[in-house]
């Protein structure tokens, strides 16, 4: 299995690489130590000029100024370096949902900040989104061809936070919260597997118009 698909997909007896950044985010874990970072960052910035194929361990070390050695002592493998270069930048991207959904000052504006920044997130990333246009072979097999296994972690996390604002009254507890967290999932999966010549997906705003007509409503007691 590919490196990235090995790492966006959860096992049996695990959880999957976007379940473990969200658990992450929400606990703040704290920050590696500095040659770690400094491996990260180097395996970032690999990996966003040559792509995971073409990159090797030497090269992150290389470019990290540690010896090959070092490399190996932090990630036994390329497959562990680059789960946790991914994993991190999904991190990025839920601690950054996570300070921004508490300026929405209302259901629909947290459900329009949703959906744009989860697609902007991923198509803007210099490491995810380039992969899906340079190596999509490498990306979108974990998004369609793993059981629903990623599409179902995303899901479940869209689904939870439906249910928090049903607890909090802002939706009404008869939305069916699994469903409309399923259409979401699936709408937004297929805007980044297939890009749409219709919608431009470069266009926050007529994003946010599309989420405002079509996704706001499926909540149908939303403010």
């Not at 970072?37 to 361990?57: E, K, N, P, V």
């Not at 989104?129 to 340079?134: K, R």
């Not at 979108?140 to 990623?150: A, F, H, L």
Request: aromatic share 6%; net charge negative; with cysteine.
């Amino acid at each position: 299995m590919e490196p990235l698909l090995s790492a966006l997909v959860a096992t049996a007896d695990s959880d999957s690489l976007l379940e473990r950044a969200f658990a992450e985010a929400v606990e703040r874990a704290g920050d590696n130590d500095e040659i770690t970072t400094r491996l990260l960052d180097a395996a970032y910035d690999q990996f966003c000029r040559m792509g995971i194929r073409r990159s090797t361990m030497e090269d992150v070390a290389r470019r990290a100024g540690v010896s090959r050695i070092t490399a190996y002592r932090r990630f036994a493998t390329k497959d562990a370096l680059v789960e946790q270069v991914v994993r991190r930048e999904f991190r990025r991207y839920f601690d950054q949902f996570l300070v921004d959904i508490e300026r929405a000052e209302t259901v629909a504006d947290r459900v329009v900040l949703g959906f744009v920044s989860a697609l902007q997130a991923i198509r803007r990333n210099p490491l995810i989104g380039g992969l899906m246009s340079a190596e999509p072979e490498l990306v979108i097999p974990s998004m369609i061809s793993d059981g629903g296994r990623t599409q179902g972690t995303v899901q479940r996390f869209v689904a939870g936070q439906l249910r928090s604002e049903q607890h909090a009254g802002t939706i009404s507890a008869d939305v069916d919260v699994e469903v409309v967290a399923e259409l979401w999932t699936r709408i937004s999966s297929s805007f980044l597997i297939t890009p749409s010549q219709i919608i431009d997906l470069d266009d926050d705003e007529q994003l946010r118009a599309i989420a405002r007509q079509f996704l706001v409503p499926m909540l149908s007691q939303a403010e």
